[in-house]
Structure formats: C-alpha cells, structure tokens
C-alpha cells in the first residue's frame, strides 16, 4: 500500500530533491524560487521509501502552478503519479485556486487531461521537450481523474479526445 504526505517549505525537503536527481526528467531541476513557498507532494511505497514527488506553487503570475512531478522509474505504472496529482489539486482546491496551470510534455498530457486540464495557447519547447501548458479552472477539477469529454466517466483521460488539439 502507497501513502502520501504534504511537506511545506521550511520542511527539510531533503526526500523531494533525492526524487528529482533520481528521476530523469526531473535532474535538471535543483532548488529554486518556487521552492520557498511551496507545498509537496511525497508518496512511500509499502518499506515507507519515498518514490515520487511533485509541488504547487503560486507563480509570478499569481496563478497556482504545478510542477516537478515525478515518480522513480522502479515505481512506476504503479497508479503514484495519480496519487501525486490528486494530491496536489486536492491541496488548490483546498486552497480555492481560481485555476491551476502546469507545462506538460506531450507524450503525458492524456495522463493530465484526466484531472480536467486542458491545453493552451500553441506548441512549446521547455528544456528540450515539447509540451503545452495546460490549464484547469478550480471549479473543473476532476479529482475522481475522469475527463470530461463527451465520453464522461467512461473516459479515463485517453480517449484521445483531450489531446486532439494538442498533437
């Protein structure tokens, strides 16, 4: 059985950042800014090891943003992400974020449009990856991770519908 914990900046974070040098995509990611005023997501496996992360920050923008999602390759496809991002909207709704914004490489945006996001504005390229940024209003987030296309809850978020536009 998986578990999840909140961290809170100040907290020693010292588990998120083994994750992130641990996980590939994330190793470019060291400390920065958004992590004096952040909320963490941390997920153990069944020994209590950490094997996944991700954070919510309120940006420059003064929006709520999520980033630096990530799982150990060892744990994945293991539903971790999914209780990472539930966690994580869980907290913005808490929170009453008026909408949540995340980039989002394209080969995971299926995963994310599950949650209610959706893509906007065109085609980007962050740290050698193309992806969009995608963006959830707090009042259309999916916590059960069913999308809501036409599909509804028969949609686990791969229907294909969420990311026509995006590919």
């Known amino acids: 059985m998986f578990r999840g914990k ?21 190793r470019s990611v060291g400390l920065d800014e958004n992590d004096q005023m952040a909320i963490y997501a941390l997920a153990f496996d069944e020994d209590d ?19 630096t999602v990530g799982v150990l390759s060892s744990h994945r496809h293991m539903h971790i992400g999914d209780l990472i991002a539930r966690m994580l909207l869980y907290k913005a709704e808490s929170l ?7 980039f989002v490489p394209i080969p995971s945006i299926p995963f994310f449009t599950r949650y209610g996001f959706r893509a906007i504005g065109d085609k980007i390229n962050v740290n050698g990856e193309d992806g969009y940024l995608l963006h959830v209003d707090g ?9 809501s296309c036409s599909k509804g809850k028969a949609c686990s978020g791969d229907c294909g519908q969420c990311s026509e536009k995006c590919e």
């Open 96 to 102: 009453n974020a008026g909408s949540v914004r995340m």
């Open 139 to 147: 009042d259309k987030i999916q916590l059960e991770g069913t999308c």
């Open 6 to 26: 909140f961290m809170y900046s100040g907290e020693d974070i010292s588990s998120v950042i083994e994750i992130r040098k641990s996980v590939r995509e994330l």
């Open 49 to 67: 090891v950490p094997c996944g992360c991700g954070r919510l920050f309120i940006g420059k923008d003064s929006r709520f943003h999520i980033d």
